[in-house]
């Protein structure tokens, strides 16, 4: 039943119906004026129309979209002169084509739905104050609506261009894969192949040519094994320092200017492990929900510690902890390592994992 009255439920939420509550004025409006039954009729008939209309924006395509606006607009216009509290269904208009329109040209239609606002309470020789508020509201709401629909075009074509780059970065790491396990095992089964033919051929006529030969099939064999295990050591991940690259280039990416400063430490693979994915994380959420302008990185050694540093300047410093830090701040702990998060000008992650202790363990 919701999903026909109101499709976008699942993917904007009950937040659009919200606003619904302001259409309180056009259902009170005959309570005033004590109006006929007729009127009555009318106005839960035409509420009820313009509910359907403006919650089937929100998930109609662009060209549909217009449609629907502008039919929300001629329903104030036709409505108003019988119940004043239609007037704010220009409101909703202009909310809706700020949001669905993020170019330019929607400060047109903003603009001569204001004018109809002005307009029709002149014709009716409602309040000038009235409409004056109505279309002040109005500017306001379609103004704040288009700030955030820019903010959403922004945020896509952000993902758009990381998808981008993690598409290309998996398409160059097969060809690399593929490119090296040709020339890693190309020649190697090549010759591992001829090899044992001539040992089949010599089994008979020449034995101990046949061992020597089986030997050598034996030693490539594992020369070769030696090769993948070596080879695939290097696929599992290029460590801390590809990473702190990385970083660099997605936070510059998302116009975020960043200040590094990075000491080279004697880390162990976990705990490298552990501070690439700490810092991935990082970096990944100043980049989806701090809106910072500038970040920094630091890795230094104090003391008996490594310590690593991220900080930004963004708004995120008040947003609960998420999945993500739980399960950064559970990776540290397990290796002895731990999380501090400030949030005092924006939100400061302050990593510290013990270097000697780990080194010893390492040792034994």
């Known amino acids: 039943m919701w999903d026909l009255i109101y499709p976008g439920r699942k993917e904007h939420g ?29 106005t839960v008939v035409a509420g009820f129309v313009f509910i359907l209309l403006y919650l089937h924006v929100w998930t109609a395509g662009e060209q549909n979209a217009v449609l629907l606006t502008v039919a929300m607009a001629l329903m104030g216009i036709v409505c108003t002169p019988w119940n004043t509290g239609a007037i704010g ?33 002149r014709l009716l020789h409602l309040p000038t104050s009235f409409g004056l508020m109505m279309a002040f509201f109005a500017f306001v709401a379609a103004a704040g609506n288009y700030h955030l629909a ?8 952000l993902q758009l261009a990381q998808d981008e780059v993690e598409h290309l970065a998996k398409v160059a ?41 089986m030997l050598d099939v034996e030693h490539t064999s594992r020369a070769a094994l030696a090769d993948v295990r070596e080879a695939i050591s290097g696929y599992r991940g290029e460590g801390l320092a590809a990473e702190l690259v990385r970083a660099r280039k997605t936070l510059e990416t998302a116009g975020i200017t960043v200040d590094s400063d990075v000491t ?11 501070l690439a994915l700490a810092l991935r994380e990082a970096v990944t959420n100043v980049v989806r929900h701090a ?38 701040r559970e990776r540290l702990e397990a290796i002895g390592g731990s999380l501090q998060r400030q949030s005092q000008a924006g939100t400061r992650l302050v990593i510290h994992l013990p270097l000697a202790p780990a080194a010893a363990t390492l040792r034994n």
Request: aromatic share 10%.
């Open 14 to 42: 009950w937040r659009p119906a919200i606003w619904l509550l302001y259409l309180i004025f056009f259902f009170i409006d005959p309570f005033t004026r004590h109006t006929t039954p007729l009127v009555w009729v009318g």
């Open 89 to 121: 269904f220009f409101f909703y208009a202009a909310v809706c084509v700020a949001w669905l329109d993020s170019s330019r040209r929607v400060w047109i239609w903003i603009a001569i739905i204001i004018g109809i606002i002005l307009l029709e309470s």
């Open 150 to 157: 820019q903010k959403r075009c922004a945020e896509k074509k």
């Open 173 to 213: 790491e097969r060809e690399r894969i593929a490119r090296d396990l040709h020339d890693l095992l190309g020649h190697t089964l090549s010759l591992i192949t001829l090899k044992a033919e001539l040992a089949r051929k010599l089994v008979d006529r020449d034995p101990e040519r046949a061992k020597q030969e």
């Open 264 to 274: 080279e430490l004697p880390l162990t693979p976990a705990q490298e492990t552990v």
């Open 291 to 328: 809106q910072a302008r500038q970040c920094s990185v630091r890795l230094q050694r104090e003391n008996n510690l490594c310590t690593l540093e991220i900080a930004d300047n963004g708004s995120g410093a008040n947003a609960p902890e998420g999945n993500g830090l739980r399960g950064m």
